[in-house]
Each structure stands twice: as C-alpha cells, then as structure tokens.
C-alpha cells in the first residue's frame, strides 16, 4: 500500500461521515473551531500539532508523515523534528506543573473557621495552609509521654498562680 497524505477535503469529508461539526471536532481534540476550519482548508495536513490530533481522532492510518512544504520528501528529517517537538514538550510540560504546584504551595484561600459569633472566618490563610494567623488549624496536643508531662506541669503552675492571684471584688 503506498503511503500519501491527507488532504484537507478528505479531512473534511471524514469529519461530515463521522457526523461531526467543525465545533465537535474541536472539542474532541482541544482545539478551536476555527482551528478545524483552517486545516480544512489545507491542501495537504501536516502530521504534526492539531492536524496530527485530528488525523489520529477520525482513525486514518497508512498515510505519510510528509511535512506539506516537503512535498514528498524528506520523511526522516520530519520524524526528527516530531521527536524534537515532543522533547521540548515535555520539557515545556514539566515547568509549566512546576510551576502550578508552586502556585498551588502559596494559594491563599479563605479560612472558614468558626468564630465566637458562630460564622466563618473570612480572613485569607497563611501561603500554603488551610487557616488564617488568627487561627492556625486544629492542635493536635503533645504526641510524647514527655510533651504530656511538661503540658501537665505547665497547667498546674498556671492554677496555682491564678489561685493566687489577689482579685479587687470592689470593695
């Protein structure tokens, strides 16, 4: 079977028998509809970026990885370069959810906890945590036998000096 490429009315036309508008097929692929309409217009589809996309969505196969201005020829230097592409992508890829999850680190959302009147805390939180300085998240108490015991000793002392303390009752 000899190889060809496609071309933008058998796109078209492939997209129309699989009952797709040009709307459609954006969504399924991600891409704008004027996007579809652009590469339909095309006399031949490179097999690289939205065409590439497009072409694997409606299921041809056999067809040429030609770049269009190559008209033919130079099918290895193509494959080189979607491999370039595809590095670059990924590479591109990896900064950009780099970059979200640091974003994500530093969000500042609402605290939402509750006040003395009853109603949530609209304060926005500290970067990176839940709640604001005000509230600081729930206190999960000493974890070691010692922590327990040095809270322990630390309560007592604070009684005592309020057992001690001289209180004006106004008189």
């Known amino acids: ?44 589809i490179c097999r690289w970026g939205a065409g590439k996309r497009m072409v694997e969505d ?6 040429s990885r030609n770049n269009a201005r190559a008209r033919g020829w130079g099918i290895s230097w193509q494959e080189q370069e979607d491999a370039r592409i595809e590095a670059q992508l990924a590479v591109l890829r990896a900064a950009t959810n780099a970059r979200e ?9 609402s605290c939402g906890a509750k006040t003395r009147k009853g109603t949530p805390c609209r304060n926005k939180s500290e970067s990176g945590k839940r709640r604001c300085k005000f509230h600081g998240g729930l206190s999960t ?31």
């Open 1 to 44: 079977m000899e190889k060809r490429s496609l071309t933008g009315a058998e796109l078209r036309a492939a997209r129309k028998a699989a009952g797709l508008t040009q709307a459609a097929m954006a969504a399924r692929v991600g891409v704008s509809r004027d996007t579809v309409q652009y590469w339909e217009a095309k006399p031949v």
């Open 58 to 63: 409606l299921g041809f196969a056999g067809l």
């Open 141 to 171: 108490g000493p974890k070691t036998q010692e922590g327990r015991d040095r809270i322990a000793e630390a309560q007592r002392l604070r009684w005592a000096r309020v057992k001690e303390w001289p209180f004006d009752n106004g008189q």
């Open 101 to 109: 999850a640091q974003r994500l680190a530093c969000l500042r959302v």
